[in-house]
């Protein structure tokens, strides 16, 4: 059952429509979106674009929709699903203010379909967002 | 409508003939694949760990220790009896021989200086972190850091030059690093000339069809598969033609009798436990920006048995090939990956990318007249002679 609400929370991520009705603004220069029923979320590469084989930083903004609770952490990842496999570096999060993060050491080490995966924790509840790159 | 022309220009200049698995990778698709192969050649990677990596005497000195067999414990070996600079610095061995037999095969050190880890396991993750670790090796050179300081102080041309790239000398174990970043410095300026591909390549580039003529029609197939259904460029990635990470394709890591080759995993965790890491008190990069690399790698069961993936920059002549030296030939390469078994490799994610390609003989001989293509016909010319300490 549980695995059952992880994909369909999953499924929500990353079919949602762009449509944000958010209790905090997510910066308008981030420009990749996510979004689960509680969860907003935007994100840039630092630098942009992301190259294959240099490491690089992600901006990201999370915001609870009207009534959420507040995302207080987060865990970011990445993984190529057509190749089943993720990065060979973990990245290191750190807090940038309310809603704010900074991940640092990502790398991308092939082209091809990359999925951002980001894990929220918000009000004891984790939520996972998803969001493709495809890096040339 | 310039972009219409440039495709229709690219589609005439390829003349690349499409596999019919190929028929969903367009010729707009193709070119762009075939582009970032290029251009050649590219800037060496600056090194914020070592002070002298571009410093005339620094450089000097390494190639004068690279060749100088007196680095070795019983005065024997040097670098280059295994990187041999007029064997396109490697040794022609399945696997490399120093003061006793070794489990891999010799990695050329042509364009090294692009590479961000160092060794098969990418156990060093500098240049010169890599070149302190076979000095020590005792199945290697054998040194140790008094001895190396000592051969230093003793020659009056290397002590001048050590002056002159790192300043007065302070201990026995900071000459050792010193010596191990010149040779760093001297390594990274072994970057190999313009291949035909190279030639090729720009002739796409600037759209010029009468260049582009000149490569041969086998080449341009065997690069077709490349790109395409060989999928060999999505790890053998960007001009160097490395992604310069770490992948298991199929080569038994059994290393003998009883012994494993883990490759990758005791990579990682070698790495970590090194006094020699970018972390550690001799990296001169102060911001720590350097040590990204070292900072976030993840040790994993998943990089048990993977290797580096090498460069096919001058391949053709640093035969025998893989981890092991198990495969003679660059045709033995290429059936390698035509005819892989997939249950043999240990890595679920690899096992997802590498299919047998099931090539047929003319394929074959395609991927080897492209792979051939990547050779500096300069690759095997003497070396200059370095430069005196008294000119500098």
């Known amino acids: 059952m549980r695995r059952l609400l992880a994909a369909a929370a999953l499924a929500a991520a990353a079919l949602a429509p762009v449509s944000f009705a958010s209790a905090c603004e997510l910066p308008a220069d981030f420009g990749a979106r996510a979004e689960t029923l509680a969860l907003a979320l935007a994100y840039r590469p630092v630098p942009a674009p992301i190259v294959v084989g240099k490491h690089f930083a992600v901006d990201v903004a999370v915001c609870a929709k009207a009534g959420a609770p507040a995302p207080v952490a987060l865990r970011v990842d990445a993984q190529m699903p057509e190749h089943r496999h993720g990065m060979n570096y973990r990245a290191q999060v750190k807090p940038q203010g309310p809603g704010r993060w900074r991940a640092e050491g990502l790398m991308f080490h092939m082209p091809g379909r990359w999925q951002f995966v980001f894990d929220v924790e918000s009000g004891g509840r984790h939520e996972r967002l998803v969001h493709d790159y495809r890096l040339e | ?261 883990t490759g990758r995993y005791d990579g990682i965790r070698r790495l970590q436990a090194s006094p020699y890491n970018l972390l550690g008190t001799h990296s001169d990069d102060a911001s720590g920006k350097a040590a990204t690399r070292t900072r976030h790698v993840e040790l994993t069961q998943r990089t048990f048995g993977q290797f580096k993936t090498p460069s096919l920059r001058n391949a053709a002549l640093t035969a025998p090939y893989m981890h092991n030296g198990s495969l003679a030939t660059l045709r033995d390469v290429v059936r390698h990956y035509s005819e892989l078994d997939p249950q043999r490799v240990h890595s679920h994610g690899e096992a997802a990318l590498l299919q047998p390609l099931k090539l047929a003989d003319r394929e074959i001989d395609d991927l080897v007249a492209f792979l051939e293509s990547l050779t500096d016909p300069n690759a095997r010319a003497p070396l200059a002679a370095p430069r005196a300490c008294r000119t500098l």
């Open chain 2, 1 to 261: 409508m310039r972009r219409l022309l440039a495709a229709a220009v690219a589609a005439c200049l390829l003349a690349l003939p499409v596999h019919a698995s190929d028929s969903a990778m367009s010729e707009a698709v193709l070119l762009r694949a075939v582009l970032r192969h290029g251009p050649w050649p590219q800037p060496v990677l600056a090194d914020p760990s070592n002070r002298a990596a571009e410093h005339p005497a620094a450089i000097a000195l390494g190639q004068r220790l690279f060749l100088d067999p007196r680095l070795s414990r019983d005065g024997t070996l040097s670098c280059a009896a295994c990187h041999v600079p007029n064997g396109s610095f490697a040794d022609g061995r399945a696997r490399g021989v120093g003061r006793a037999p070794l489990l891999r095969n010799t990695p050329s050190v042509w364009n090294v200086g692009l590479q961000r880890w160092f060794g098969w396991d990418g156990a060093q993750d500098t240049l010169w972190a890599q070149s302190v670790r076979p000095i020590l090796a005792v199945d290697e050179l054998g040194a140790d850091a008094a001895h190396v300081a000592r051969v230093m102080r003793d020659d009056a041309e290397l002590a001048c030059l050590h002056r002159k790239a790192f300043g007065a000398p302070r201990d026995d174990q900071a000459t050792l690093v010193a010596a191990a970043k010149a040779l760093a410095a001297f390594q990274a300026t072994l970057v190999s000339g313009r291949t035909p591909f190279d030639e090729y390549r720009d002739a796409l580039a600037r759209s010029d069809a009468a260049a582009a003529a000149r490569y041969p029609e086998a080449a341009r197939r065997g690069l077709a598969i490349f790109v395409g259904r060989g999928n060999c460029s999505v790890c053998h990635f960007g001009a160097a033609f490395t992604n310069g990470e770490f992948h298991d394709v199929g080569v038994p890591f059994f290393a003998g009798r009883g012994q494993v080759d």
